[in-house]
């Protein structure tokens, strides 16, 4: 059911749980849940995302997957969590302290539970959360503990820099290097 204005309004500042285990080949790592999603309870919710197409177009997933199916998402050996735990309107509603916070814990959590890579969902929230000013869309120089780290453009339909096609390319390249790793 789609979520009212005022379901949106009381979605503020709401958290939704990862979809995570140990050992995983993919944690994907959204900014922070818009409200849409915390609204209704599942990440990367908002019908205009692009990151369950993209899941799928790039080879991720066997077929599209629906939100409310996130947790399908681990026995494929994949995952999702954010920076930013909280739900806003807008990513550029967080200040650069929270993502500072945001990349500590995200790391720490890494360390946990040791997924072969960390996905960031885009290129200036990883750049503040990591303190990478340079870094660009791809495999990073730096990983966390074993955990290599790559960059993919932010799936938002307010992402206009990439169409469709490019995004399910550059999540391809992801899933090219996430499959020629072994497991630890």
């Not at 939100?67 to 806003?88: C, D, K």
Request: aromatic content about 8%; glycine content about 10%; hydrophobic content about 45%.
């Amino acid at each position: 059911m789609k979520p009212t204005r005022a379901d949106l309004l009381a979605a503020a500042d709401k958290t939704l749980p990862d979809v995570i285990a140990p050992g995983l080949k993919v944690l994907f790592c959204g900014i922070n849940p818009g409200l849409y999603s915390a609204a209704i309870g599942h990440h990367f919710g908002r019908p205009g995302n692009r990151f369950w197409p993209t899941l799928h177009a790039a080879g991720f997933t066997p077929r599209r997957l629906d939100p409310s199916e996130e947790r399908e998402l681990l026995p494929l050996g994949y995952g999702i969590t954010n920076v930013v735990s909280r739900a806003s309107a807008a990513a550029d509603e967080l200040s650069i302290e929270e993502i500072v916070a945001g990349g500590r814990v995200l790391r720490r959590k890494v360390l946990k539970y040791r997924p072969r890579f960390l996905a960031v969902l885009g290129v200036t929230a990883y750049r503040v959360a990591f303190a990478a000013p340079k870094a660009a869309v791809g495999p990073q120089p730096d990983g966390v503990g074993d955990t290599r780290v790559w960059v993919l453009p932010n799936p938002s339909g307010l992402n206009a820099h990439h169409q469709a096609a490019s995004l399910a390319g550059v999540f391809g390249e992801l899933l090219a290097a996430a499959s020629a790793v072994s497991p630890s």
